[in-house]
């Protein structure tokens, strides 16, 4: 491949200086041949396009691509306008004056450190970098500023937050968040990450981010989390995970003292309460009775919770009622919802944990002492390569610079013996 890449460029390098040593129409040398002026102090591009060749450098440039190193003869071109002498391949490639590395050599390290840690990439993998080569192309991504657009709210069923711990610089624990939009497909897609960030910076950050031109009523759900019971007020109606409720009653009765045989009976309570089925198909196509049959559940359920609370309060489980008056006003967001505008939306935060056990799994083996920075930028690469490929794809494309300006055609391929066997 060292060979095949080293015929491709200059087989590149060849048509460049054809094209710009003879005559052409002009737009078949579109895009080639920039340099500066000649004795430009302001270093200003020079108009001029026509050149002499003027041999090869001394010394051939030595890059750095996922087959291994390639040392790559560049020449030399004097230009007709003002003399200045350049290498038109370098600038055909984007390829800077210190440049030592493929740009596609950053995206193969990048995939490669998403997937695996970092020595096993060095020993598992052809790719000739150290330790310290990893880290600094993972430290100097600019994923973090890309993507910070507006979205609209319209496009989601619902909004989600939640955080997971990760092991930091001399064993300190951290705290990793995420906020992401729930499609109407069901699809995942992130809003943002953060490390040892404040939900209240979050919350000014996403707000920022999400365009919303009318009331659009969806739930945002979360477990419980301080921090999290006004979060994105106004945006979005908080709705309290219907999977964690359970568990977190279970929590309160044992700080009141109750062993689970003795609580297990008002968990189940509770679990049959919340467990409101919404009927399925086109809401304008329902039936009536089938609505009113939603509506009469969801009255009987808040009335139950209700005089559950009072029993938990003349029994003196002052925790258990405590817990269930701050959950019962953010329990069925999701049904208020259906039955005001039709619209379906998820009532737990499953897509979410999913999530973070993917980036979990990955930052554990591989970020472990590692800056703030660091952990948001790689923990925003796990989640656009996991759940927006397409956004993946464009950032690498835009990144590489992969425009189309020439194709690579195999016209023969000769098979020889090998003379060891």
Same mark, same amino acid.
């Given at each position: 491949?060292?060979?095949?890449?080293?015929?491709?460029?200059?087989?590149?390098?060849?048509?460049?200086?054809?094209?710009?040593?003879?005559?052409?129409?002009?737009?078949?040398?579109?895009?080639?041949?920039?340099?500066?002026?000649?004795?430009?102090? !302001?270093?200003?591009?020079?108009?001029?396009?026509?050149?002499?060749?003027?041999?090869?450098?001394?010394?051939?440039?030595?890059?750095?691509?996922?087959?291994?190193? /390639?040392?790559?003869?560049?020449?030399? /071109?004097?230009?007709?306008?003002?003399?200045?002498?350049?290498?038109?391949?370098?600038?055909?490639?984007?390829?800077?004056?210190?440049?030592?590395?493929?740009?596609?050599?950053?995206?193969?390290?990048?995939?490669?450190?998403?997937?695996?840690?970092?020595?096993?990439?060095?020993?598992?993998?052809?790719?000739?970098?150290?330790?310290?080569?990893?880290?600094?192309?993972?430290?100097?991504?600019?994923?973090?500023?890309?993507?910070?657009?507006?979205?609209?709210?319209?496009?989601? *069923?619902?909004?989600?937050?939640?955080?997971?711990?990760?092991?930091?610089?001399?064993?300190?624990?951290?705290?990793?968040?995420?906020?992401?939009?729930?499609?109407?497909?069901?699809? /995942?897609?992130?809003?943002?990450?953060?490390?040892?960030?404040?939900?209240?910076?979050?919350?000014?950050?996403?707000?920022?981010?999400?365009?919303?031109?009318?009331?659009?009523?969806?739930?945002?759900?979360?477990?419980?989390?301080?921090?999290?019971?006004?979060?994105?007020?106004?945006?979005?109606?908080?709705?309290?995970?219907?999977?964690?409720?359970?568990?977190?009653?279970?929590?309160?009765?044992?700080?009141?003292?109750?062993?689970?045989?003795?609580?297990?009976?008002?968990?189940?309570?509770?679990?049959?309460?919340?467990?409101?089925?919404?009927?399925?198909?086109?809401?304008?196509?329902?039936?009536?009775?089938?609505?009113?049959?939603?509506?009469? $559940?969801?009255?009987?359920?808040?009335?139950?919770?209700?005089?559950?609370?009072?029993?938990? $309060?003349?029994?003196?489980?002052?925790?258990?009622?405590?817990?269930?008056?701050?959950?019962?006003?953010?329990?069925?967001?999701?049904?208020?919802?259906?039955?005001?505008?039709?619209?379906?939306?998820?009532?737990?935060?499953?897509?979410? !944990?999913?999530?973070?056990?993917?980036?979990?799994?990955?930052?554990?083996?591989?970020?472990?002492?590692?800056?703030?920075?660091?952990?948001?930028?790689? *923990?925003?690469?796990?989640?656009?390569?996991?759940?927006?490929?397409?956004?993946?794809?464009?950032?690498?494309?835009?990144?590489?610079?992969?425009?189309?300006?020439?194709?690579?055609?195999?016209? *023969?391929?000769?098979?020889?013996?090998?003379?060891?066997?």
């Amino acid at each position: 491949m060292l060979k095949i890449l080293e015929k491709i460029l200059t087989g590149y390098d060849d048509l460049i200086c054809d094209r710009l040593s003879r005559t052409y129409p002009s737009k078949k040398r579109k895009g080639l041949g920039h340099h500066a002026r000649k004795n430009d102090p !302001e270093k200003g591009f020079c108009r001029g396009r026509k050149i002499l060749k003027r041999g090869y450098r001394n010394r051939a440039r030595q890059f750095s691509t996922i087959f291994g190193k /390639v040392d790559v003869p560049l020449r030399v /071109v004097e230009c007709c306008q003002c003399g200045a002498r350049y290498s038109p391949l370098l600038d055909a490639l984007k390829i800077g004056a210190y440049h030592r590395k493929e740009s596609n050599f950053e995206h193969e390290v990048i995939e490669a450190v998403i997937d695996t840690n970092y020595r096993r990439l060095i020993s598992g993998r052809s790719i000739d970098i150290s330790l310290g080569g990893i880290h600094n192309i993972v430290v100097g991504s600019d994923i973090d500023q890309t993507y910070q657009e507006a979205v609209d709210i319209e496009d989601f *069923s619902a909004l989600m937050a939640d955080g997971t711990g990760v092991k930091q610089h001399k064993g300190r624990k951290g705290e990793l968040r995420a906020v992401v939009g729930i499609t109407h497909k069901g699809r /995942v897609e992130p809003l943002g990450c953060f490390a040892n960030t404040q939900w209240s910076e979050i919350d000014r950050i996403i707000r920022e981010r999400i365009k919303q031109n009318k009331q659009y009523q969806i739930p945002f759900i979360y477990d419980g989390e301080p921090g999290l019971d006004t979060f994105l007020s106004g945006v979005a109606e908080s709705q309290r995970c219907t999977w964690h409720a359970p568990r977190g009653l279970y929590h309160a009765l044992w700080e009141d003292k109750l062993k689970k045989k003795d609580s297990q009976e008002h968990i189940d309570a509770i679990k049959g309460l919340i467990g409101i089925e919404l009927p399925e198909g086109e809401y304008e196509l329902l039936k009536e009775e089938d609505k009113e049959q939603v509506e009469e $559940k969801y009255q009987s359920s808040k009335a139950e919770i209700v005089d559950l609370i009072q029993t938990f $309060k003349d029994k003196g489980y002052s925790h258990g009622a405590s817990y269930l008056e701050n959950l019962s006003d953010r329990l069925f967001t999701n049904i208020d919802i259906w039955l005001k505008t039709g619209v379906i939306a998820p009532k737990t935060i499953s897509l979410l !944990e999913r999530v973070f056990r993917e980036v979990g799994r990955r930052l554990k083996r591989i970020a472990w002492g590692w800056a703030d920075k660091t952990v948001t930028k790689l *923990s925003k690469m796990i989640m656009l390569k996991q759940y927006s490929k397409n956004k993946w794809e464009q950032y690498w494309l835009k990144k590489l610079g992969i425009e189309g300006h020439f194709n690579v055609s195999i016209k *023969s391929v000769e098979l020889s013996p090998c003379q060891h066997f």
